[in-house]
């Protein structure tokens, strides 16, 4: 009930703000319905969509993901990475193409990843960054939005596989992957040869069939050393217990990678490694690691 002029000018005031809110909630629901439809649209050009994820931070998820991104490349097939580390983006470094910027395309209203090696399409936040000191300090939506805005507005084009580096852990990134990208053919996890890593593993195996995405695999990181001057070959951080959790979890393992330090050294130079020192033990377990994921594509396929 109005009693006064006073009470009815205040109450036309917030009921101005009330519409003007609900217009902006509904002018957001719009956009993110669009995004979505453009996020369908564009993930339906990409045959693959593989994610790589552990629990546990520095075990190797960029190299692995960038070196998995080289070696399909190298058989011939068209491959995009997403590095979805927004705060610690570091796929461009380990490819090379750091320092390159996005162009857009106008007539498709597109931002265009950069091109690194082998064609490999990239998109990181590190392109977005001024310079080398500038952090990124956003809390979990902002992250997402970003992610969200790389898998709309790219232009990735037709793609056998885009593979997906994750930062660690299984919060907001992993989670906005998992639940926007309609079909994810697999997660790829990596572990280190230690006990610690493995208890990890089990959770983010756990995660992945929360989310009901296939576990593709598990990769054992720093497995062994081989001297890259005599060939022979040290247990330094253990070796087998990526195996050993894969069989326990029920879950394929695709190999083990030794410890080369060449493969530091490529990733700092941003040096191809798989392509640079193919004749590596590493570098033939990246390949190998290729054959067993085509493996498992082609028996998901026959599936469906
Ligand atoms: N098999 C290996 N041999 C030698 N060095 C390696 C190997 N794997 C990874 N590295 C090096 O270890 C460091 C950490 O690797 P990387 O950045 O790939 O880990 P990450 O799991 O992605 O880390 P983060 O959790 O911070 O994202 C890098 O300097 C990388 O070059
Ligand atoms: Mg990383």
Known sequence: MLKSSRHYTYFCAATEEKFWEVEQVEERMKEMQEQKKRIKTRMAKIKHKLAILSGKGGVGKSTVAANLALALARKGYKVGVLDADITGPSIPKILGVRGKRLTTESSLASILPASGPLGIKVISMDFLLPDDETPVIWRGPMKSMAIIQFLADVEWGDL??????????????????????????????????????????????????????????????????????????????????????????????????????????????GTPFVLEHAETPAAKAFMRMVEKIEEFLKRQEART
């Open 160 to 269: 056998d596989f885009l593979l997906i580096d994750l930062p660690p852990g299984s919060s907001d990134e992993p989670l906005t992957i998992m639940q926007t990208i309609p079909s994810i053919s697999g997660i790829v996890i990596v572990t280190a040869p230690s006990e610690v890593s493995q208890i990890v593993v089990k959770r983010a195996i756990g995660f992945t069939k929360e989310l009901r995405v296939p576990p593709l695999g598990i990769i054992e990181n720093y497995s062994g050393f081989v001297c890259p001057k005599c060939g022979a070959e040290f247990d330094i951080l253990g070796s087998g217990g990526g195996q050993k959790i894969a069989e326990q979890l029920g879950v394929p393992f695709l190999g083990k990678i030794p410890i080369d330090p060449r493969i530091c050294e490529d990733s700092d130079r």
